[in-house]
């Protein structure tokens, strides 16, 4: 490749945002003719001084910095910050990089990858990336709950009969199958993304909104979670199935996954935060591929109302009468609140009705992508989003003793059809908490 191909497939998806739309095809022409493509060994120290002349030459002397994105495979993260540190550094701005996951496969890896990666560049240059923390309805979370006395006095576990994080694809590992063997859903999705969720949702009010003063109270949340016990969590894995004349493929029967396989694609684990606050409330985690649906989801569900006047109107199910806020991540971000409601007629019959917050038909204006505003974030500094090395080693010590433990006991995991709503025995785990799962109600 050179760099008129590189600028050719960029060209291909680029765009201006819609509200920046004057003089776009200028703005891609003048973004097109800073991007240039260079080619070299990652461990090789010769050829990133070749980029560190090409990069030179391109500022001109100029006060420049250096941001380098690391989506590569993790067994090479040392070597590229080793050599990018030593031999491409910026001498006049500053130099960052942005690490994606996987961070290490349990506390002993991580904390390997931590103290190698420091030999080379400071705690404040390392851009540990969770895109899910750049999504927009994540980010307005704090907001939702700290600016609304609707809701901030309610934050605990006074109100709060249990909460739900929610993540589910329709479909499964095709063509990443090699990588996900390795990992398994618990560590792709459940330690990084819901884990980071939950932290945001759970903190307490940080000092200020600086980075240093937020994530101080996502790593006091994690460190006060009571540690997962096997008995509190489900594993899945998804199995062949055919429907309306189709058939999809089983996780296994991916030719990158060894036939006997445990991996599981499905996991489902209650959580709990030894504090004042959340003492004795479930957080209810789930994730899985090749689910019935695509979403993610943050779901509140509070306490009944004490000696409701209703009740009798709502039958022996007082569950029904639940009030939740669901903040839907994906698709399609919203918010809303589900009250009990009078149907307008004679007679007092109730039914359970939606206050929404379509971010569609409320902000017609396109909502930034997770990744744009994490660069952009990296870019101008902004640490908030991104995951403190403190944060990586409380989050890891909560699950390194469950995934040890599934893998020494070689624990089966319980099979679903392709495109279902996952294995059985994440209803019985919900209901051994006295919970429902929320996504499971019928509403879409």
């Known amino acids: 490749m050179n760099d008129e191909e590189l600028r050719n497939m960029i060209s291909r998806t680029l765009t201006c945002r819609i509200d920046k739309r004057e003089n776009c095809e200028d703005k891609m022409a003048q973004f097109l003719k800073r991007c240039f493509y260079h080619s070299g060994q990652y461990n090789s120290e010769e050829h990133f001084l070749e980029l560190d002349s090409k990069l030179k030459e391109k500022e001109g002397g100029r006060l420049s910095n250096r941001l380098f994105y690391l989506s590569i495979p993790p067994n090479i993260f040392v070597d590229v910050v080793r050599c990018a540190s030593t031999k491409a550094s910026s001498t006049s701005g500053w130099t960052r990089v942005i690490v994606e996951k996987p961070f290490g496969r349990d506390s002993e890896s991580s904390n390997e990858l931590t103290t190698s990666l420091k030999q080379y560049l400071t705690e404040d240059q390392i851009f540990r990336i969770d895109h899910y923390l750049g999504k927009e309805l994540v980010e307005n979370l704090s907001v939702l709950r700290f600016s609304n006395l609707v809701f901030e006095p309610l934050w605990s576990r006074n109100y709060i009969r249990n909460v739900q994080l929610i993540f589910s694809e329709d479909f499964g590992t095709e063509g990443r199958g090699g990588y996900f063997d390795n990992y398994g859903i618990i560590r792709d999705i459940m330690q990084n993304h819901l884990l980071q969720i939950l932290a945001l949702f759970a903190m307490e009010t940080p000092v200020s909104l600086d980075a240093e003063d937020i994530r101080n109270e996502k790593v006091k949340v994690l460190r006060s979670m009571r540690l997962l016990q096997l ?33 599981p694609t499905f996991a489902a684990a209650a959580l709990f ?34 000696g409701n006047l209703y009740k009798r109107n709502f039958g022996t199910d007082l569950d029904k009468a639940t009030n939740e806020l669901v903040l839907r991540v994906q698709p399609d971000e919203a918010i809303y609140l589900k009250i009990n409601n009078k149907v307008p007629g004679l007679g007092m019959r109730l039914d359970r009705s939606d206050l929404n917050l379509l971010y569609k038909a409320r902000y ?9 505003r994490l660069l952009l974030d990296a870019v101008e500094g902004e640490r908030r989003l991104f995951i403190r090395s403190d944060e990586l080693d409380a989050a890891w010590a909560l699950f390194t003793p469950l995934l040890k433990e599934l893998e020494e006991k070689k624990i089966a995991p319980e099979l679903y059809p392709y495109g279902s709503r996952g294995p059985v025995g994440a209803h019985y785990l919900a209901a051994k908490h006295n919970v429902r799962w929320g996504d499971l109600a019928g509403d879409e």
């Open 231 to 263: 008995e509190d969590v489900i594993v899945g894995q998804y199995k062949g199935h055919s429907k309306g004349g189709k058939s999809y493929p089983g996780y296994t029967d991916d030719p990158m996954v060894p036939k006997n396989s445990i991996t």
């Open 273 to 306: 935060i030894n504090n004042a606050r959340w003492d004795g409330v479930p957080f209810l985690m789930k994730a899985g591929k090749a689910l019935h649906t695509r979403r993610a989801e943050i779901r509140v569900q509070f306490r009944h109302v004490p």
């Open 364 to 372: 017609p204006r396109e909502i930034p992508d997770a990744y744009e």
